[in-house]
Structures are given as structure tokens and as C-alpha cells.
């Protein structure tokens, strides 16, 4: 990471079969104009995404892409993108069109005034608009945060969010271990060993369906459960 004399910011954004939604969702980072860098993270997609990341990176400087070696899951997308990385902050940005970019432009003027802690958008605060789909999803993310908040002793109110802006400093210097979803768990809880200072700025948020490609499972909600006890007590 090159040293910087003022808060920069980098968009990790990691893509599985999104040529859908994806230039929209970049489109939307780039109109914020609060990005130094934006890295594209292709997980070996089997359908055109690839094609939309070169079409983005040929026409904004500020994209950068990479392609992993074999599809591994979000987790293991984001940390092939460390080498890249340049700014003094990162924050992750799913390529689909649930989360709006425009609330990453709060979260970074909070980081500016706490710039060691991690910013966290979360879906359960404040007056944003919401539109959840499975009223079954919106539970299991209330009851995963409240025991992760009760496990760690410290209340975090949407653990599986996925816009977290955090120090690069500290995105460099663990290694994380989950491929799946349940990075989202890893980082919060290695986070709190690193600095426990998460502040939490309300988002508004869009769920889409399956049918439209949502892909985490209810699988993904007992892992978190878990892993939740594993990086409090055992790493």
C-alpha cells in the first residue's frame, strides 16, 4: 500500500455471474466519485460478465480487474485482490443491485473522523428505505446478530451486511480464511481483536430473489452461527 497524506478509498467488488446488474452497480461507485480505485474481482463467471469487466476497465481508469485461478467464493475472491490495493481505506461493494453506492459516501465521511475504525452500513438503523424480500432472511440476520453481538460482547446490528469500509492496514494484515459468506463473520470478529471500534451508519437496502441470482443459503446462516464461537474463542 503506497502511503497517502489524505483518506483514499478502494471498491473490492467481487463477481460471480452478475453481467445482469454489474455495469449498473459499477456505473453507480463511479458516479459517487469518491473512489481512487475500484477492483473488479471476477470468480471465474460462467456467463458475460467478463466481457463487462474489460468493456469497464477500457473506459474508467480507476478499474482495475482480476481473475481468480477456480471459482472459491466470495471470501477467497477478496483476498486475491490485497496485492492490488493502494488507498488508505477499502470498502466491499457486491455487484448486484441490493445496496446503493450513494451510502458509501456517508460511511466514508464518517471514517474520515475515525479512520482505525470499521464503518458498517447497516440495514437495521435509522429511516432508510427497505425492501426485503424473504421476511424469513430478515430474522436469521436479527438473530445472527444478536448472538454475535452477545458472544462478543458488542452490539453490532447487521453482521451480515455487506458494506464494511475498513482501514487497508487492517484488510492487509490478516489473512482471512473463509471462502464463503461467512468472511463477513471472519472479518467483524478478527476486527474486534484488531480494534474494537465498529460504527454502525444507517443503508438502505433492495433485496432481489433467487430467480434474479441471490445466492446465499440457509446453509450460509448456520456457518455464520458457528463461526461466530470459532474466531471469538478459537482464532
Request: hydrophobic share 30%.
Given at each position: 500500500m503506497t502511503n497517502v497524506s489524505r483518506p483514499s478509498l478502494c471498491a473490492l467488488v467481487p463477481i460471480y455471474n452478475e453481467e445482469i446488474f454489474l455495469e449498473r452497480s459499477v456505473l453507480g461507485l463511479i458516479d459517487t466519485s469518491i473512489f481512487d480505485q475500484i477492483i473488479l474481482i471476477n470468480d471465474c463467471s460462467t456467463d458475460n460478465s467478463e466481457i463487462v469487466i474489460r468493456k469497464l476497465a477500457?473506459?474508467?481508469?480507476?478499474?482495475?480487474?482480476?481473475?481468480?485461478?477456480?471459482?472459491?467464493?466470495?471470501?477467497?475472491?477478496?483476498s486475491q485482490s490485497k496485492k492490488l490495493i493502494k488507498t488508505s481505506h477499502v470498502v466491499i461493494h457486491d455487484a448486484d443491485l441490493e445496496y446503493s453506492p450513494s451510502d458509501i459516501h456517508s460511511m466514508f465521511e464518517v471514517s474520515k473522523n475515525n479512520s482505525n475504525s470499521l464503518i458498517l452500513g447497516s440495514r437495521?438503523?435509522?429511516?432508510?428505505?427497505?425492501?426485503?424480500?424473504?421476511?424469513?432472511?430478515?430474522?436469521?440476520?436479527k438473530y445472527m446478530?444478536?448472538?454475535?453481538?452477545?458472544?462478543?460482547?458488542?452490539?453490532?446490528?447487521?453482521?451480515?451486511?455487506?458494506?464494511?469500509?475498513?482501514?487497508?492496514?487492517?484488510?492487509?494484515?490478516?489473512?482471512?480464511?473463509?471462502?464463503?459468506?461467512?468472511?463477513e463473520i471472519e472479518m467483524l470478529s478478527?476486527?474486534?481483536?484488531?480494534?474494537?471500534?465498529?460504527?454502525?451508519?444507517?443503508?438502505?437496502?433492495?433485496?432481489?430473489?433467487?430467480?434474479?441470482?441471490?445466492?446465499?443459503?440457509?446453509?450460509?446462516?448456520?456457518?455464520?452461527?458457528?463461526?461466530?464461537?470459532?474466531?471469538?474463542?478459537?482464532?
Open positions: 477500457d473506459n474508467h481508469s480507476e478499474i482495475e480487474h482480476l481473475k481468480t485461478d477456480k471459482n472459491s467464493g466470495k471470501g477467497s475472491a477478496l437495521f438503523i435509522g429511516n432508510k428505505e427497505r425492501k426485503n424480500i424473504y421476511l424469513r432472511t430478515k430474522l436469521a440476520n446478530s444478536l448472538f454475535f453481538s452477545f458472544v462478543n460482547n458488542y452490539r453490532v446490528s447487521d453482521v451480515a451486511t455487506c458494506y464494511k469500509l475498513m482501514p487497508t492496514k487492517f484488510f492487509l494484515k490478516y489473512n482471512f480464511s473463509e471462502r464463503g459468506f461467512s468472511i478478527k476486527f474486534l481483536k484488531y480494534n474494537p471500534s465498529i460504527i454502525e451508519v444507517p443503508i438502505s437496502y433492495t433485496g432481489r430473489t433467487y430467480s434474479e441470482g441471490k445466492k446465499i443459503k440457509t446453509m450460509d446462516g448456520f456457518q455464520y452461527l458457528f463461526n461466530t464461537i470459532k474466531y471469538r474463542f478459537l482464532n
